[in-house]
């Protein structure tokens, strides 16, 4: 029970591609990771808004996505020896280039015919709409998933993901599972950083750490009304943006730039921390996931913010940070094919347990 799961996040960083052995508790066996061409990520970003002709342009960028995609799916199969036919479906999640769940809809592309025709492999995809459709958020997926993988963890614990947004998931003895979206996570570090000084992130948040908490900005940020919205809730490049950032900073002149990036990196601790103390105090562990686990001084801040918890990155437990995601989109394809209902209303506010997912058969 092979299959394949694709992770491109909202960072835009590249395309993860995990490959999962279903049967022995949704064990990653290898990897590939895509680096995104700075053209397509740029063409991706500018469709995250309005602007002109985006049907073509979004029908243009989802066929080279797909290209990509399919080249690390050849290059991982290869690598590991594996054909095609002996996996059984690649969930590919897309790209998000939309995510309106208030006005009832999410758009991820990834062109999944094209993925099917140039894989030979069974293609799921399209896993948010049905569960925005249902009512509710349409994210995040991933607690189903984390609540199978941490069964045997001690708990109450708290799996956090830190992507280009953060999202968390807490788990408890009751076995009930919630998780919300907590906010931005690394998107508008690397928004400042990309326009202060042309780097895509801030390696192990070294630039942050270089800079100084200025507490009005961060004042002013933590009263965007998102922070305050119990969940179900889910946000995205719609909400927090370079351009809700810059409205703010006019707010506040003549601000360091390192200190702008201290800000925005405590911004996102506080806004993890506020989330597991408003709604699992007694949590005792946070596993941390996605990029923003290799970020340091951000770990740091986590952990004085949350002084009787341990922060640490899932990679300490072997579950590998960086492929979780990916992993998670492998099992919610098999859930599809399985017929298994992987949406949790607790965590999206959907009307009730939906099949998630639109099939493309190879
Ligand atoms: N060594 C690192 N130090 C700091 N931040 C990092 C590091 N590695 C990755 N990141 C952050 O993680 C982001 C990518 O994380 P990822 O989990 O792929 O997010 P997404 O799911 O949104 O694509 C990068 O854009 C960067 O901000
Ligand atoms: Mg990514």
């Keep these: ?37 700075t053209q397509l990520k740029n063409e991706l970003l500018s469709l995250c808004s309005s602007g002109s002709d985006e049907i073509n342009r979004a029908a243009l960028a989802e066929q080279q996505w797909a290209q990509l995609a399919a080249q690390g799916v050849k290059q991982l199969l290869n690598d590991t020896h594996i054909s095609a036919h002996q996996i059984r479906a690649i969930g590919s999640h897309g790209q998000t280039i939309r995510h309106e ?37 349409g994210a995040p997926l991933v607690p189903a998933f984390h609540h199978m993988l941490f ?45 202060s000084k042309n780097s ?16 009005p900005l961060l004042s002013t940020m933590l009263q965007e009304p998102f922070f305050a919205t119990q969940g ?22 003549s601000i360091p730039a390192q200190d702008v990036q201290a800000t925005l990196c405590e911004l996102t601790a506080q806004s993890i921390a506020q989330a597991i103390q408003q709604t699992q105090a007694d949590t005792q562990a946070v596993w941390v996931c996605g990029g923003g686990a ?13 002084p009787h918890c341990s922060v640490a990155s899932t990679d300490s437990i072997d579950v ?37 997912g639109a099939i493309y058969p190879a």
């Design 101 to 137: 769940p208030a006005q009832r809809y999410t758009v991820q592309i990834g062109s999944p015919a094209l993925l099917t025709e140039l894989t030979g492999i069974c293609v799921v995809t399209d896993f948010r709409s049905r569960d925005v459709a249902a009512g509710g958020q």
């Design 232 to 253: 179900p809730k889910s946000t995205g490049r719609e909400l927090f943006n370079l351009a809700w950032l810059q409205d703010i900073l006019a707010q506040h002149p």
């Design 320 to 356: 590998s940070a960086d492929w979780m995601e990916a992993m998670a989109f492998a099992w919610l394809a098999h859930c599809c094919l399985e017929g298994i209902p992987a949406n949790r209303p607790a965590v999206t506010g959907a009307n009730g347990l939906r099949v998630l």
């Design 1 to 37: 029970m092979l299959y394949l799961g694709i992770m491109s996040g909202t960072s835009l960083d590249g395309i993860d591609i995990s490959l999962v052995d279903i049967d022995s508790n949704c064990r990653h066996i290898a990897s590939q990771y895509v680096p995104m061409p």
């Design 200 to 215: 895509a992130y801030d390696h192990n948040g070294g630039w942050a750490a270089q800079g100084t908490v200025n507490q």
């Design 294 to 306: 290799h970020n340091e001084n951000l770990l740091g801040r986590l952990r004085r913010l949350l």
């Design 151 to 195: 069964e045997n963890h001690a708990k109450p614990c708290a799996i956090l993901n830190i992507g280009g947004f953060s999202n968390i998931t807490l788990l408890n003895q009751q076995e009930e599972t919630h998780g919300f979206d907590c906010g931005p996570g690394n998107v508008l570090m690397d928004a400042w950083i990309q326009h």
